[in-house]
Protein backbone atom coordinates (compact mmCIF):
# COMPACT_ATOMS: atom_id res chain seq x y z
CA UNK A 1 0.00 0.00 0.00
CA UNK A 2 1.84 3.02 -0.95
CA UNK A 3 1.35 6.47 1.50
CA UNK A 4 3.21 8.51 -0.95
CA UNK A 5 1.22 11.23 -2.08
CA UNK A 6 1.87 14.80 -4.18
CA UNK A 7 1.02 17.94 -2.74
CA UNK A 8 1.97 21.50 -4.49
CA UNK A 9 3.85 19.46 -7.18
CA UNK A 10 6.29 18.04 -4.10
CA UNK A 11 6.57 14.25 -2.95
CA UNK A 12 5.30 14.00 0.52
CA UNK A 13 5.96 10.52 2.43
CA UNK A 14 2.85 10.20 4.91
CA UNK A 15 5.16 8.83 7.71
CA UNK A 16 3.89 7.39 11.10
CA UNK A 17 5.68 10.32 13.21
CA UNK A 18 3.24 12.85 10.95
CA UNK A 19 -0.13 11.05 11.79
CA UNK A 20 -2.50 12.81 13.51
CA UNK A 21 -5.42 10.49 14.03
CA UNK A 22 -7.71 8.65 12.08
CA UNK A 23 -11.32 7.25 11.64
CA UNK A 24 -12.88 4.35 9.41
CA UNK A 25 -12.37 6.00 6.28
CA UNK A 26 -9.44 7.99 6.58
CA UNK A 27 -5.99 8.77 8.34
CA UNK A 28 -5.01 12.74 9.00
CA UNK A 29 -1.27 13.86 8.59
CA UNK A 30 0.81 16.77 10.10
CA UNK A 31 2.55 18.49 6.82
CA UNK A 32 4.06 20.78 9.19
CA UNK A 33 3.39 24.39 7.58
CA UNK A 34 0.41 24.75 9.22
CA UNK A 35 -1.83 22.28 7.37
CA UNK A 36 -2.91 18.76 6.88
CA UNK A 37 -4.05 16.25 4.74
CA UNK A 38 -6.54 14.17 5.14
CA UNK A 39 -5.73 10.82 3.36
CA UNK A 40 -8.82 8.45 2.21
CA UNK A 41 -8.25 4.92 2.87
CA UNK A 42 -7.67 2.60 -0.40
CA UNK A 43 -9.12 -0.44 -0.59
CA UNK A 44 -6.17 -2.12 -0.06
CA UNK A 45 -5.38 -1.02 3.55
CA UNK A 46 -5.20 -2.94 6.27
CA UNK A 47 -7.95 -1.95 8.32
CA UNK A 48 -9.95 -3.14 5.39
CA UNK A 49 -8.25 -6.96 4.92
CA UNK A 50 -11.48 -9.26 4.32
CA UNK A 51 -13.87 -6.64 4.24
CA UNK A 52 -14.86 -7.03 0.51
CA UNK A 53 -17.61 -4.66 0.77
CA UNK A 54 -15.74 -2.00 2.89
CA UNK A 55 -12.95 -2.36 0.25
CA UNK A 56 -15.81 -1.35 -2.82
CA UNK A 57 -16.75 1.74 -0.70
CA UNK A 58 -13.63 2.71 -0.32
CA UNK A 59 -12.74 2.78 -4.27
CA UNK A 60 -16.54 4.98 -4.37
CA UNK A 61 -14.95 6.90 -1.70
CA UNK A 62 -11.87 7.86 -3.59
CA UNK A 63 -13.62 8.41 -7.32
CA UNK A 64 -16.63 10.59 -6.40
CA UNK A 65 -15.52 12.61 -3.13
CA UNK A 66 -13.13 15.05 -5.07
CA UNK A 67 -16.57 15.47 -7.32
CA UNK A 68 -18.21 16.21 -3.76
CA UNK A 69 -15.79 18.75 -2.37
CA UNK A 70 -15.38 20.84 -5.93
CA UNK A 71 -19.49 21.29 -5.69
CA UNK A 72 -19.12 22.46 -1.75
CA UNK A 73 -21.02 26.03 -1.48
CA UNK A 74 -18.92 28.91 -0.99
CA UNK A 75 -18.90 31.23 2.04
CA UNK A 76 -18.90 28.65 4.12
CA UNK A 77 -19.33 29.84 8.23
CA UNK A 78 -15.75 30.29 9.67
CA UNK A 79 -16.34 27.12 12.34
CA UNK A 80 -15.68 24.55 9.39
CA UNK A 81 -12.57 23.49 8.68
CA UNK A 82 -13.03 23.67 4.77
CA UNK A 83 -10.58 22.42 1.91
CA UNK A 84 -8.03 23.99 0.63
CA UNK A 85 -6.19 21.99 -1.63
CA UNK A 86 -6.33 18.24 -2.96
CA UNK A 87 -3.05 15.83 -2.40
CA UNK A 88 -2.73 13.54 -5.42
CA UNK A 89 -1.76 10.16 -5.87
CA UNK A 90 1.76 10.99 -8.23
CA UNK A 91 3.24 13.24 -10.08
CA UNK A 92 1.54 13.24 -13.33
CA UNK A 93 -1.43 11.75 -11.86
CA UNK A 94 -5.02 13.65 -11.72
CA UNK A 95 -6.34 10.83 -8.93
CA UNK A 96 -6.95 12.90 -5.63
CA UNK A 97 -6.38 10.48 -2.66
CA UNK A 98 -6.75 13.55 0.02
CA UNK A 99 -7.56 16.90 0.75
CA UNK A 100 -5.81 19.76 2.60
CA UNK A 101 -7.51 21.76 5.23
CA UNK A 102 -5.66 23.89 7.77
CA UNK A 103 -4.42 22.69 11.32
CA UNK A 104 -6.82 23.67 13.74
CA UNK A 105 -6.78 22.84 17.58
CA UNK A 106 -9.12 21.68 20.16
CA UNK A 107 -10.77 19.27 22.29
CA UNK A 108 -13.34 16.66 20.86
CA UNK A 109 -16.61 17.91 22.52
CA UNK A 110 -17.18 14.22 22.94
CA UNK A 111 -14.59 14.51 25.92
CA UNK A 112 -17.02 17.44 27.68
CA UNK A 113 -19.91 14.12 27.88
CA UNK A 114 -17.30 11.80 29.81
CA UNK A 115 -17.68 12.76 33.50
CA UNK A 116 -13.82 11.26 34.54
CA UNK A 117 -12.39 13.65 31.72
CA UNK A 118 -14.88 17.02 32.96
CA UNK A 119 -13.77 16.31 36.84
CA UNK A 120 -10.00 16.11 35.62
CA UNK A 121 -10.18 19.16 33.42
CA UNK A 122 -12.24 21.56 34.84
CA UNK A 123 -14.06 24.36 32.72
CA UNK A 124 -16.19 27.46 33.64
CA UNK A 125 -20.21 26.81 32.74
CA UNK A 126 -20.07 30.18 31.53
CA UNK A 127 -17.02 28.80 28.22
CA UNK A 128 -18.93 25.27 27.64
CA UNK A 129 -22.52 27.43 27.22
CA UNK A 130 -20.43 30.05 24.47
CA UNK A 131 -18.95 26.97 22.92
CA UNK A 132 -22.38 25.41 22.20
CA UNK A 133 -23.61 28.71 21.18
CA UNK A 134 -21.32 29.10 18.48
CA UNK A 135 -21.70 25.28 17.25
CA UNK A 136 -25.60 26.50 16.99
CA UNK A 137 -24.48 29.69 14.79
CA UNK A 138 -21.84 27.48 12.79
CA UNK A 139 -25.10 24.87 12.18
CA UNK A 140 -27.57 28.01 11.43
CA UNK A 141 -25.27 29.16 9.04
CA UNK A 142 -24.82 25.77 7.21
CA UNK A 143 -28.53 25.61 6.74
CA UNK A 144 -28.37 28.97 5.26
CA UNK A 145 -26.32 27.96 2.45
CA UNK A 146 -28.16 24.33 1.67
CA UNK A 147 -25.70 22.40 3.56
CA UNK A 148 -27.26 19.44 5.92
CA UNK A 149 -23.96 17.91 8.45
CA UNK A 150 -25.72 14.70 8.25
CA UNK A 151 -23.20 12.43 10.25
CA UNK A 152 -23.73 15.18 12.88
CA UNK A 153 -21.85 14.11 15.91
CA UNK A 154 -19.38 15.00 19.59
CA UNK A 155 -16.44 13.46 17.59
CA UNK A 156 -16.96 16.25 14.48
CA UNK A 157 -16.62 19.34 16.68
CA UNK A 158 -13.38 20.30 18.44
CA UNK A 159 -13.74 23.16 21.22
CA UNK A 160 -10.97 25.54 21.43
CA UNK A 161 -11.94 27.67 24.24
CA UNK A 162 -15.22 29.33 23.31
CA UNK A 163 -15.03 28.50 19.52
CA UNK A 164 -15.72 25.18 17.61
CA UNK A 165 -14.46 23.64 14.47
CA UNK A 166 -15.91 21.35 12.77
CA UNK A 167 -14.28 19.14 10.94
CA UNK A 168 -15.14 16.13 8.22
CA UNK A 169 -16.85 18.15 5.56
CA UNK A 170 -16.44 15.75 2.93
CA UNK A 171 -19.49 13.70 4.68
CA UNK A 172 -21.55 16.62 4.23
CA UNK A 173 -25.04 15.79 2.49
CA UNK A 174 -25.67 18.96 -0.10
CA UNK A 175 -26.87 19.07 -3.59
CA UNK A 176 -27.48 15.66 -5.25
CA UNK A 177 -24.59 14.30 -2.39
CA UNK A 178 -26.62 12.37 0.22
CA UNK A 179 -25.00 11.63 3.81
CA UNK A 180 -24.99 7.60 4.27
CA UNK A 181 -23.25 7.95 7.59
CA UNK A 182 -24.54 7.73 10.78
CA UNK A 183 -23.46 7.72 14.28
CA UNK A 184 -26.11 5.54 16.96
CA UNK A 185 -25.69 7.99 19.78
CA UNK A 186 -26.85 11.06 17.56
CA UNK A 187 -29.28 9.15 14.76
CA UNK A 188 -32.74 10.97 14.68
CA UNK A 189 -34.87 8.14 15.55
CA UNK A 190 -37.82 9.97 14.02
CA UNK A 191 -35.84 8.65 10.73
CA UNK A 192 -35.08 4.87 11.28
CA UNK A 193 -36.82 1.55 11.03
CA UNK A 194 -39.10 0.78 14.07
CA UNK A 195 -37.59 -2.16 14.85
CA UNK A 196 -33.89 -1.14 14.82
CA UNK A 197 -31.72 2.30 15.20
CA UNK A 198 -30.53 2.56 11.50
CA UNK A 199 -32.25 5.80 9.36
CA UNK A 200 -34.04 4.40 6.61
CA UNK A 201 -34.97 8.23 5.08
CA UNK A 202 -32.29 10.44 4.50
CA UNK A 203 -30.72 13.22 6.99
CA UNK A 204 -32.04 16.67 7.22
CA UNK A 205 -32.16 20.38 8.92
CA UNK A 206 -33.87 18.28 12.07
CA UNK A 207 -31.92 15.63 12.17
CA UNK A 208 -29.15 17.98 12.67
CA UNK A 209 -31.03 20.23 15.18
CA UNK A 210 -31.78 17.01 16.94
CA UNK A 211 -27.82 15.84 17.48
CA UNK A 212 -27.06 19.30 18.18
CA UNK A 213 -29.72 18.93 21.32
CA UNK A 214 -28.23 15.49 21.94
CA UNK A 215 -24.74 16.88 22.12
CA UNK A 216 -25.69 20.14 24.51
CA UNK A 217 -27.71 17.57 26.39
CA UNK A 218 -24.58 15.13 26.74
CA UNK A 219 -22.31 18.00 27.46
CA UNK A 220 -23.92 19.58 30.30
CA UNK A 221 -25.14 16.82 32.43
CA UNK A 222 -22.19 13.69 31.33
CA UNK A 223 -25.04 11.30 29.99
CA UNK A 224 -27.36 11.18 26.80
CA UNK A 225 -30.92 11.04 26.52
CA UNK A 226 -31.09 7.67 26.28
CA UNK A 227 -28.97 6.96 29.43
CA UNK A 228 -29.41 5.00 32.62
CA UNK A 229 -30.75 1.70 33.13
CA UNK A 230 -34.30 1.10 32.16
CA UNK A 231 -35.66 -0.83 35.25
CA UNK A 232 -39.48 -1.01 34.93
CA UNK A 233 -41.94 -3.24 37.51
CA UNK A 234 -42.24 -5.89 35.06
CA UNK A 235 -38.91 -7.05 34.40
CA UNK A 236 -40.17 -8.62 30.84
CA UNK A 237 -40.63 -4.79 29.95
CA UNK A 238 -37.16 -3.83 30.13
CA UNK A 239 -35.63 -1.86 26.84
CA UNK A 240 -32.23 -1.72 25.87
CA UNK A 241 -31.27 1.73 25.22
CA UNK A 242 -31.43 1.56 20.91
CA UNK A 243 -35.02 0.19 22.20
CA UNK A 244 -35.39 3.03 24.21
CA UNK A 245 -34.39 5.74 21.69
CA UNK A 246 -37.07 4.08 19.35
CA UNK A 247 -39.28 4.46 21.70
CA UNK A 248 -38.83 7.92 23.02
CA UNK A 249 -37.77 6.59 26.80
CA UNK A 250 -35.84 9.08 27.62
CA UNK A 251 -33.36 9.35 31.20
CA UNK A 252 -36.39 11.33 32.09
CA UNK A 253 -38.85 8.30 32.45
CA UNK A 254 -40.02 7.58 35.65
CA UNK A 255 -39.02 3.66 35.44
CA UNK A 256 -35.52 4.75 34.23
CA UNK A 257 -32.55 4.81 37.14
CA UNK A 258 -30.31 7.51 36.12
CA UNK A 259 -26.14 7.15 36.26
CA UNK A 260 -24.75 8.57 39.53
CA UNK A 261 -21.41 9.88 37.43
CA UNK A 262 -23.38 12.04 35.29
CA UNK A 263 -25.02 15.92 36.84
CA UNK A 264 -28.67 15.99 38.47
CA UNK A 265 -31.01 16.57 35.86
CA UNK A 266 -32.15 19.35 38.53
CA UNK A 267 -29.49 21.73 37.45
CA UNK A 268 -30.58 22.82 34.38
CA UNK A 269 -33.69 25.64 34.69
CA UNK A 270 -37.22 24.21 34.33
CA UNK A 271 -37.32 25.95 30.46
CA UNK A 272 -34.36 24.35 29.33
CA UNK A 273 -35.67 21.00 30.16
CA UNK A 274 -38.73 21.11 28.67
CA UNK A 275 -37.00 21.69 25.57
CA UNK A 276 -34.92 18.83 26.07
CA UNK A 277 -38.08 16.46 26.96
CA UNK A 278 -40.26 17.71 23.56
CA UNK A 279 -37.24 16.80 21.46
CA UNK A 280 -36.27 13.47 22.96
CA UNK A 281 -40.21 12.46 23.81
CA UNK A 282 -42.18 14.44 21.63
CA UNK A 283 -40.20 14.26 18.44
CA UNK A 284 -39.88 18.37 18.85
CA UNK A 285 -37.88 19.05 15.50
CA UNK A 286 -37.53 22.78 14.82
CA UNK A 287 -34.24 25.16 15.21
CA UNK A 288 -33.30 24.43 19.01
CA UNK A 289 -34.18 27.75 20.93
CA UNK A 290 -31.38 29.36 21.23
CA UNK A 291 -32.05 32.16 23.36
CA UNK A 292 -32.52 29.06 26.16
CA UNK A 293 -28.48 28.44 25.54
CA UNK A 294 -28.41 32.58 26.24
CA UNK A 295 -30.36 32.64 29.33
CA UNK A 296 -28.23 29.82 30.79
CA UNK A 297 -26.25 30.92 33.98
CA UNK A 298 -24.29 28.04 35.11
CA UNK A 299 -22.36 28.75 38.53
CA UNK A 300 -20.50 27.28 41.40
CA UNK A 301 -22.59 26.71 44.78
CA UNK A 302 -20.68 28.74 47.00
CA UNK A 303 -21.02 25.71 49.84
CA UNK A 304 -20.56 22.29 48.14
CA UNK A 305 -19.41 24.07 44.91
CA UNK A 306 -21.80 21.86 42.52
CA UNK A 307 -22.38 24.06 39.27
CA UNK A 308 -26.21 24.86 38.71
CA UNK A 309 -28.48 26.86 36.66
CA UNK A 310 -31.08 27.76 39.05
CA UNK A 311 -31.70 30.06 41.81
CA UNK A 312 -31.01 27.30 44.57
CA UNK A 313 -28.56 24.99 44.52
CA UNK A 314 -30.52 21.34 43.90
CA UNK A 315 -27.14 19.20 45.60
CA UNK A 316 -27.67 21.02 48.90
CA UNK A 317 -31.24 20.97 48.56
CA UNK A 318 -31.09 17.09 48.39
CA UNK A 319 -27.74 16.36 50.09
CA UNK A 320 -27.59 14.87 53.86
CA UNK A 321 -24.69 15.08 56.20
CA UNK A 322 -23.41 11.22 56.41
CA UNK A 323 -21.70 9.95 59.73
CA UNK A 324 -17.95 9.11 59.68
CA UNK A 325 -18.52 5.38 59.98
CA UNK A 326 -21.62 3.49 59.21
CA UNK A 327 -21.92 -0.66 59.26
CA UNK A 328 -24.15 -2.15 56.94
CA UNK A 329 -24.61 -6.11 57.02
CA UNK A 330 -21.72 -7.30 55.48
CA UNK A 331 -20.18 -3.34 54.86
CA UNK A 332 -18.36 -1.30 57.51
CA UNK A 333 -16.54 1.89 55.71
CA UNK A 334 -15.44 4.81 57.07
CA UNK A 335 -14.06 8.54 55.96
CA UNK A 336 -10.87 9.32 55.02
CA UNK A 337 -8.98 12.45 53.64
CA UNK A 338 -9.11 12.91 49.70
CA UNK A 339 -5.32 13.28 49.90
CA UNK A 340 -4.79 10.10 51.86
CA UNK A 341 -6.58 7.76 48.31
CA UNK A 342 -3.57 6.79 46.47
CA UNK A 343 -4.31 6.15 42.78
CA UNK A 344 -2.87 2.70 41.77
CA UNK A 345 -1.53 3.85 38.20
CA UNK A 346 -1.25 7.21 35.94
CA UNK A 347 -0.76 7.85 32.88
CA UNK A 348 2.60 8.55 31.45
CA UNK A 349 3.04 12.46 30.59
CA UNK A 350 5.37 14.91 31.36
CA UNK A 351 6.64 15.64 34.88
CA UNK A 352 6.16 12.00 35.81
CA UNK A 353 8.48 9.51 36.66
CA UNK A 354 8.48 7.47 33.04
CA UNK A 355 8.01 10.05 29.88
CA UNK A 356 8.49 9.82 26.54
CA UNK A 357 10.74 12.06 24.85
CA UNK A 358 12.35 11.82 21.32
CA UNK A 359 10.63 8.30 20.30
CA UNK A 360 11.69 6.88 23.12
CA UNK A 361 10.60 5.56 26.86
CA UNK A 362 12.67 6.83 30.04
CA UNK A 363 12.38 6.39 33.47
CA UNK A 364 13.97 7.73 36.28
CA UNK A 365 16.65 6.68 38.50
CA UNK A 366 19.27 7.70 41.15
CA UNK A 367 21.76 7.89 38.33
CA UNK A 368 19.74 10.22 35.71
CA UNK A 369 17.26 9.61 32.83
CA UNK A 370 17.45 5.49 31.68
CA UNK A 371 16.29 4.70 28.60
CA UNK A 372 13.46 1.94 28.47
CA UNK A 373 12.67 1.49 24.73
CA UNK A 374 11.71 2.73 21.69
CA UNK A 375 8.17 3.48 21.02
CA UNK A 376 6.25 5.95 18.22
CA UNK A 377 6.90 9.43 19.25
CA UNK A 378 3.12 11.10 19.35
CA UNK A 379 1.24 7.94 18.68
CA UNK A 380 2.18 6.57 21.97
CA UNK A 381 -0.17 6.14 24.96
CA UNK A 382 0.77 3.93 28.46
CA UNK A 383 0.12 4.15 32.12
CA UNK A 384 2.49 2.92 35.01
CA UNK A 385 1.90 0.89 38.24
CA UNK A 386 3.79 0.28 41.26
CA UNK A 387 5.61 -2.64 39.36
CA UNK A 388 4.20 -2.75 35.69
CA UNK A 389 3.35 -0.59 32.56
CA UNK A 390 1.77 -0.88 29.81
CA UNK A 391 1.52 0.92 26.65
CA UNK A 392 0.73 0.69 23.05
CA UNK A 393 0.78 3.02 19.76
CA UNK A 394 -1.07 3.12 16.36
CA UNK A 395 0.03 4.18 13.35
CA UNK A 396 -0.64 2.70 9.57
CA UNK A 397 -3.91 0.48 10.52
CA UNK A 398 -1.72 -1.63 12.81
CA UNK A 399 -1.32 -1.43 16.60
CA UNK A 400 1.87 -2.66 19.09
CA UNK A 401 1.04 -3.17 22.42
CA UNK A 402 4.15 -3.33 24.74
CA UNK A 403 4.78 -4.04 28.58
CA UNK A 404 7.48 -2.61 30.92
CA UNK A 405 8.62 -2.39 34.49
CA UNK A 406 9.05 0.84 35.87
CA UNK A 407 11.64 0.15 38.06
CA UNK A 408 14.10 -1.36 35.54
CA UNK A 409 14.74 -3.57 32.53
CA UNK A 410 13.79 -2.85 28.76
CA UNK A 411 10.65 -2.42 27.14
CA UNK A 412 8.79 -5.34 25.95
CA UNK A 413 6.85 -5.13 22.47
CA UNK A 414 5.43 -8.78 22.20
CA UNK A 415 2.00 -7.59 22.50
CA UNK A 416 -0.44 -8.71 20.27
CA UNK A 417 -3.20 -6.37 20.41
CA UNK A 418 -6.28 -7.12 18.45
CA UNK A 419 -6.78 -5.20 15.59
CA UNK A 420 -8.40 -1.39 16.41
CA UNK A 421 -10.92 -0.30 13.62
CA UNK A 422 -12.12 2.66 13.16
CA UNK A 423 -11.66 6.01 14.99
CA UNK A 424 -9.88 5.50 18.37
CA UNK A 425 -11.79 7.76 20.95
CA UNK A 426 -10.26 6.99 23.93
CA UNK A 427 -8.01 4.86 25.93
CA UNK A 428 -6.77 3.63 29.18
CA UNK A 429 -5.41 0.98 31.32
CA UNK A 430 -6.12 -0.78 34.90
CA UNK A 431 -2.23 -1.48 35.74
CA UNK A 432 -2.14 -4.25 38.76
CA UNK A 433 1.27 -5.90 39.81
CA UNK A 434 1.31 -8.73 37.11
CA UNK A 435 -1.01 -8.14 34.72
CA UNK A 436 -3.20 -4.80 33.42
CA UNK A 437 -6.48 -4.56 31.49
CA UNK A 438 -6.64 -2.30 29.11
CA UNK A 439 -9.45 -0.05 27.48
CA UNK A 440 -9.77 0.55 23.86
CA UNK A 441 -12.91 2.38 22.71
CA UNK A 442 -13.40 3.07 18.94
CA UNK A 443 -16.29 4.67 16.98
CA UNK A 444 -17.54 1.12 14.70
CA UNK A 445 -20.56 1.57 12.13
CA UNK A 446 -21.44 4.32 14.48
CA UNK A 447 -21.68 2.57 17.86
CA UNK A 448 -19.23 3.41 20.54
CA UNK A 449 -17.28 0.03 21.17
CA UNK A 450 -14.75 -0.97 23.82
CA UNK A 451 -12.60 -3.83 23.36
CA UNK A 452 -10.82 -5.11 26.34
CA UNK A 453 -7.23 -6.62 26.39
CA UNK A 454 -6.03 -8.44 29.53
CA UNK A 455 -1.97 -8.79 29.03
CA UNK A 456 0.05 -10.19 31.77
CA UNK A 457 3.40 -8.93 32.68
CA UNK A 458 5.44 -11.25 30.18
CA UNK A 459 3.51 -9.23 27.46
CA UNK A 460 1.12 -12.29 26.76
CA UNK A 461 -2.33 -11.48 26.56
CA UNK A 462 -4.44 -12.92 29.16
CA UNK A 463 -8.06 -12.48 27.59
CA UNK A 464 -9.62 -10.56 25.31
CA UNK A 465 -13.36 -8.88 24.47
CA UNK A 466 -15.42 -6.90 22.51
CA UNK A 467 -18.29 -5.07 25.42
CA UNK A 468 -20.49 -3.33 23.61
CA UNK A 469 -23.39 -3.59 26.13
CA UNK A 470 -21.49 -4.60 29.44
CA UNK A 471 -23.54 -3.64 32.19
CA UNK A 472 -20.15 -2.48 34.28
CA UNK A 473 -18.58 -0.68 31.27
CA UNK A 474 -19.19 2.90 32.14
CA UNK A 475 -17.37 2.33 35.47
CA UNK A 476 -13.66 1.20 33.89
CA UNK A 477 -12.14 4.04 34.34
CA UNK A 478 -12.00 4.09 37.79
CA UNK A 479 -11.44 0.39 38.01
CA UNK A 480 -8.95 -1.03 40.50
CA UNK A 481 -7.03 -4.71 40.44
CA UNK A 482 -6.77 -6.91 43.13
CA UNK A 483 -4.49 -10.35 42.21
CA UNK A 484 -6.57 -11.65 39.14
CA UNK A 485 -10.02 -9.88 40.18
CA UNK A 486 -11.37 -6.51 38.53
CA UNK A 487 -12.90 -4.26 40.57
CA UNK A 488 -15.61 -1.50 38.91
CA UNK A 489 -17.52 0.60 40.76
CA UNK A 490 -21.29 0.64 39.27
CA UNK A 491 -24.10 2.45 40.45
CA UNK A 492 -25.89 -0.96 41.43
CA UNK A 493 -22.33 -1.21 43.73
CA UNK A 494 -18.94 -2.54 43.61
CA UNK A 495 -18.74 -5.34 40.57
CA UNK A 496 -15.98 -8.19 40.17
CA UNK A 497 -14.68 -8.91 37.26
CA UNK A 498 -12.96 -12.50 36.24
CA UNK A 499 -11.59 -14.58 33.61
CA UNK A 500 -13.54 -17.57 33.32
CA UNK A 501 -12.49 -20.21 31.15
CA UNK A 502 -10.62 -17.64 28.74
CA UNK A 503 -14.13 -15.02 28.74
CA UNK A 504 -13.97 -11.50 30.85
CA UNK A 505 -17.30 -11.84 32.95
CA UNK A 506 -18.80 -9.93 35.99
CA UNK A 507 -18.72 -12.86 38.58
CA UNK A 508 -20.25 -10.52 41.96
CA UNK A 509 -21.68 -7.59 42.61
CA UNK A 510 -21.57 -6.29 46.17
CA UNK A 511 -25.34 -4.73 46.37
CA UNK A 512 -24.22 -3.55 49.66
CA UNK A 513 -22.17 -0.66 47.95
CA UNK A 514 -24.58 0.48 46.02
CA UNK A 515 -25.63 3.42 48.57
CA UNK A 516 -22.06 4.40 48.62
CA UNK A 517 -20.28 4.38 44.95
CA UNK A 518 -21.29 5.07 41.29
CA UNK A 519 -20.14 4.79 38.19
CA UNK A 520 -18.41 7.48 38.26
CA UNK A 521 -16.15 7.18 41.40
CA UNK A 522 -12.60 6.22 41.39
CA UNK A 523 -11.22 3.20 43.25
CA UNK A 524 -8.28 2.13 44.88
CA UNK A 525 -6.71 -1.02 46.77
CA UNK A 526 -5.52 -0.40 50.33
CA UNK A 527 -4.27 -2.28 53.06
CA UNK A 528 -7.50 -1.54 55.29
CA UNK A 529 -10.01 -1.94 52.28
CA UNK A 530 -10.67 -0.15 48.84
CA UNK A 531 -10.81 3.24 49.21
CA UNK A 532 -12.80 5.19 46.86
CA UNK A 533 -12.48 8.93 45.54
CA UNK A 534 -16.01 10.37 45.35
CA UNK A 535 -17.14 13.77 43.85
CA UNK A 536 -17.00 15.42 47.09
CA UNK A 537 -15.20 13.20 49.39
CA UNK A 538 -13.48 9.86 49.63
CA UNK A 539 -14.42 6.52 51.85
CA UNK A 540 -12.29 3.65 52.97
CA UNK A 541 -14.73 0.54 52.61
CA UNK A 542 -14.33 -2.90 54.21
CA UNK A 543 -16.44 -5.78 53.35
CA UNK A 544 -16.28 -8.61 56.36
Known amino acids: MNRTVWVDGQRVTLTPAALLGQGGEAEVYDLGDGRVIKWWKPADHPDFEGMPAAQDVARRRLAEQPTKLRALPGRLPAAVVAPCGFALGGKRSTQIV ?13 SFGEPKWRRDHPIAGADLVAALLSLHDAISELHRVGIVIGDCNDLNVLVDGRRVHLIDVDSYQFGGYDCPMFSERF ?11 VPIAPHDEASDWF ?11 GVGPWGGVHQPADPTKRCSPVMRALRRLSVYAADVVYPRAARSLGILPDELTAVFRAVFERDLRAPFPRVELERLRLRGCSTCGEEHGRVRCPACQTTAHLPPVMVHGRLRWTAIPASAFAAPSYE ?9 DQGALWRTTRLGPERIGGVLAAQTRAWVGAKLGVGFYRAGGYAVGFVFRPDRGVLDDRVTLPRIRGQLVDAHATVGDDRAWLWLTCVDGGRLVTTVVVIGADAQVIASATLADAPWINGIAGACTAGPHLFVPTDDGLARIEIVQGAITQTRTFVETAPLIGAGDRLALSPGGIDVSRRRDAIRMQLT
Not at 98 to 110: D, E, I, Q, S, T
Not at 190 to 197: A, F, G, K, V
Not at 348 to 356: C, E, L, S
Open 98 to 110: GYLMPKVAGVPLH
Open 187 to 197: VDPRLCDPQQL
Open 348 to 356: IGRGTAVWI
Open 211 to 221: AFAVMAFRSLL
